[in-house]
T-cell receptor
Framework: GAVVSQHPSWVICKSGTSVKIECRSLDFQATTMFWYRQFPKQSLMLMATSNEGSKATYEQGVEKDKFLINHASLTLSTLTVTSAHPEDSSFYIC?????????????FGSGTQLSVL | AQKITQTQPGMFVQEKEAVTLDCTYDTSDQSYGLFWYKQPSSGEMIFLIYQGSYDEQNATEGRYSLNFQKARKSANLVISASQLGDSAMYFCAMREGVSSASKIIFGSGTRLSIRP
């Protein structure tokens, strides 16, 4: 089955630093990837849709200058949390759609737990 | 307005019993897809089952089946013969439209706990 690799799986950083999270589709091309954020015991909240070769589409209320998304190739999307603050601490998870699958399911990365001190 | 509603924050079920997790949705699109995902404590999202809006038969995947009632806009997940390993969070999700960029939004989830 299709695999999405997300790295790192966890990161601890100091307030004010930037953190980059990578999401790779390992055995399929993904023109579209999605970034979600999940607080403890809550649902996944869609942050943005990452489109290969073009600007990401952000959901309402998500700061695009805070959460920089780059989708430079058909297999890689990155999310950079800039000038991280403790309130940015959360579980971030990416997903990609494998076209050609009859059920069009999303494949998810394993997630990144970000802790900002 | 809520697009995906899961009204059961938590459920306890005895092992080997069947369990139904409720999900209702709201959309004006004619073409949409409904999904169920399982999230164990490790955080990974595990795809369980998919139902397309035009599928006439209810989807089934092993012990999972989706009770799709289009007129009622409900897509309940039925797990037969529950197992201890089924304990996890379960999310219902919906994709509106058929574009490759159509986003998928999630319900608030149901925490299922299986008792031995």
């Amino acid at each position: 089955g299709a695999v999405v690799s997300q790295h790192p799986s966890w990161v601890i950083c100091k307030s004010g630093t930037s953190v980059k999270i990578e999401c790779r589709s390992l055995d399929f091309q993904a023109t579209t990837m999605f970034w979600y954020r999940q607080f403890p015991k809550q649902s996944l909240m869609l942050m943005a849709t990452s489109n290969e070769g073009s600007k990401a589409t952000y959901e309402q209320g998500v700061e695009k200058d805070k959460f920089l998304i780059n989708h430079a190739s058909l297999t890689l999307s990155t999310l950079t949390v800039t000038s991280a603050h403790p309130e940015d601490s959360s579980f971030y998870i990416c997903s990609a759609r494998a076209t050609g699958f009859a059920n069009e399911k999303l494949f998810f990365g394993s997630g990144t737990q970000l802790s900002v001190l | 307005a809520q697009k995906i509603t899961q009204t059961q924050p938590g459920m306890f079920v005895q092992e080997k019993e069947a369990v139904t997790l409720d999900c209702t949705y709201d959309t004006s699109d004619q073409s949409y897809g409904l999904f169920w995902y399982k999230q164990p404590s490790s955080g990974e999202m595990i795809f369980l089952i998919y139902q397309g809006s035009y599928d006439e038969q209810n989807a089934t995947e092993g012990r999972y089946s989706l009770n799709f009632q289009k007129a009622r806009k409900s897509a309940n997940l039925v797990i037969s013969a529950s197992q201890l390993g089924d304990s996890a969070m379960y999310f219902c999700a919906m994709r509106e439209g058929v574009s490759s960029a159509s986003k998928i939004i999630f319900g608030s989830g149901t925490r299922l706990s299986i008792r031995p």
